[in-house]
């Protein structure tokens, strides 16, 4: 460190030593005797992805060196000179203008030697009383912020899509599964509305993971604090964060906020694999339950009939990465020695990776749902025909007529092996077919045999009745709204 940094009286500095040489590229100080091979300056270099931080990195710089000024550690001529600096820095990365070295390693220091070289020896003082541990982890949780705030409002965003077309399938009936075995009937709605409630909790996690992120490392300096007189609530109320980080060693080494976050990100994903392995097998003509726009699909190479699903397809593959992402922070983290190692810089790769693989998904499932997935109402319908989808309904029936369920279940289990004999559904039994499993049914069995009775007697909160679906999906509006 330039002895003129350990002054905290900026009017007592010693004049700017003119023979301070800056060192020729990044950490390479006088302390090395011989020059990095252009492999291990490739090896340690992180600037080609942590470029991504420099939004960040300046706006943390700005505020450090607002408190630096305010904290008299630096004159505000320093400030003055790295504010333009740093505005000027900030329009050449806007334009593509500026120029990032390897051999400069990281984001910091790449900007940090062009503000010196912009500004002179203010430039030089910005790193009084901060490391680039601190620097890097108040950077990335920047970031992450807003990148969860991006999020949220995505999430949002295909919320809404499933609701509204959940709105227009609330009569819609089809089967529902258990097992993939045509269980009972359901209405689509519900059915669709079931990941509009996923969703909802994969915002909540967001909404919880942020107040972690949102705590600021800068102050801890390299692992121990700093012996400048700091002031760090300054630098964090300016910055936004909700509070500062308690402890300097944890403040640099742990990235357990990003792995908090990889994981929500994670669920987000399998959910979402979960719906697309659904619209995969539902657009299937097997299935036939629903078509997917041209515009969203692919052909084949060789076989010209073929229409395929690829969006959903690709959306339970890249599950796969994000699941991936987490993985590797988690492996990344586990048996690190405190405090800082520079194996954390392996955190960003995944974590941006995974930032955009789930804004890409959003984005495209958000497009899907509100303008590319039209519903087959009949093939629903005749498959929740098929499948003896009101068995239960009939077992409830007997139930209320006095007999133990149980025993429903059995009457019922048989008079279902009689309908398939027959090659026919439960509802087109003769009455007195039905009456030889139990003479406890009578002619108003034929009511809860079906769909729309089915649906309807599941009347109660949760349940697929029309009514309360509906209920559902404008509590799920409102939800929305009130969580922007
Ligand atoms: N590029 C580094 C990273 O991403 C910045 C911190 C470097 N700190 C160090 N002590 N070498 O983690």
Redesign the pocket.
């Known amino acids: 460190m330039p002895a003129s940094d350990t002054s905290s009286d900026p009017d007592n500095r010693p004049p700017p030593n003119a023979a301070t040489r800056v060192p020729p590229s990044g ?1 390479r100080s006088g302390r090395f005797s011989e020059p990095m091979s252009a492999r291990m300056q490739r090896f340690n270099a ?1 600037v080609d992805f ?1 470029r991504r931080l420099a939004q960040a990195d300046i706006a943390g710089s700005r505020a450090h060196a607002a408190m630096l000024a305010a904290q008299r550690i630096i004159s505000d001529d320093d400030l003055r000179a790295i504010e333009r600096g740093l505005a000027q820095i900030e329009r050449e990365i806007e334009a593509g203008a500026f120029e990032w070295r390897h051999e400069l ?4 220091l790449n900007i940090e030697r062009r503000l010196t070289s912009l500004v002179g020896d203010a430039g030089k003082r910005l790193h009084t009383a901060r ?3 601190d ?2 982890a108040t950077d990335i949780r920047l970031w992450l912020r807003d990148a969860i705030d991006a999020l949220g409002a995505q999430l949002r965003a295909l919320r809404s899509a499933l609701v509204d077309l959940a709105s227009r399938h609330v009569d819609t009936i089809m089967p529902g599964f258990t097992h993939l075995q045509v269980a009972q009937p359901i209405t689509f709605a519900h059915h669709l509305m079931a990941y509009d409630a996923m969703l909802a909790r994969d915002i909540e996690r967001f909404v919880d993971c942020r107040k972690r992120v949102n705590r600021m490392p800068l102050g801890s300096a ?1 692992l121990a604090g700093t012996s400048y007189p700091i002031d760090r609530e300054r630098v964090a109320r300016a910055l936004g964060f909700e509070s500062i980080a308690g402890n300097s060693l944890d403040a640099v080494a742990d990235r357990d906020f990003a792995i908090e976050f990889a994981s929500a990100a994670s669920l987000v994903v399998v959910h979402l694999s979960r719906f697309a392995e659904e619209l995969v097998l539902w657009s299937s003509p097997r299935f036939g339950f629903v078509t997917l726009a041209d515009r969203f699909c692919t052909g084949s190479s060789i076989m010209p009939q073929k229409k395929n699903p690829d969006v959903p397809e690709l959306v339970r593959g890249k599950s796969a990465r994000v699941i991936g992402h987490l993985t590797a922070l988690l492996v990344l983290m586990k048996a690190q020695p405190l405090a ?1 190692n ?1 194996d ?2 392996e ?2 790769e995944p974590l941006f990776d995974t930032v955009d693989t789930l804004t890409d998904v959003l984005a495209i499932m958000t497009d899907l749902v509100a303008t590319g997935l039209a519903a087959n109402v009949e093939r629903m319908r005749a498959a929740a025909l098929e499948g003896y989808a009101t068995a239960t309904d009939l077992a409830d029936y007997l139930v209320r007529k006095g007999i133990a369920f149980r025993d429903a279940h059995e009457i019922v289990a048989r008079a279902v092996r009689e309908a398939e004999s027959r090659g026919c559904n439960l509802d087109l039994l003769p009455l007195d077919a039905l009456q030889r499993f139990s003479p406890l049914i009578e002619a108003d069995v034929f009511d809860v045999l079906t769909l729309e009775g089915s649906v309807a007697s599941r009347d109660h909160a949760g349940g697929t009745a029309p009514s309360r679906v509906r209920a559902a999906i404008a509590a799920a509006r409102d939800d929305i709204r009130s969580s922007q």
């Open positions: 950490t992180s942590d390693e990281d984001v910091h490391s680039r541990n620097q890097v390299a800082y520079k954390n810089q955190d960003k």
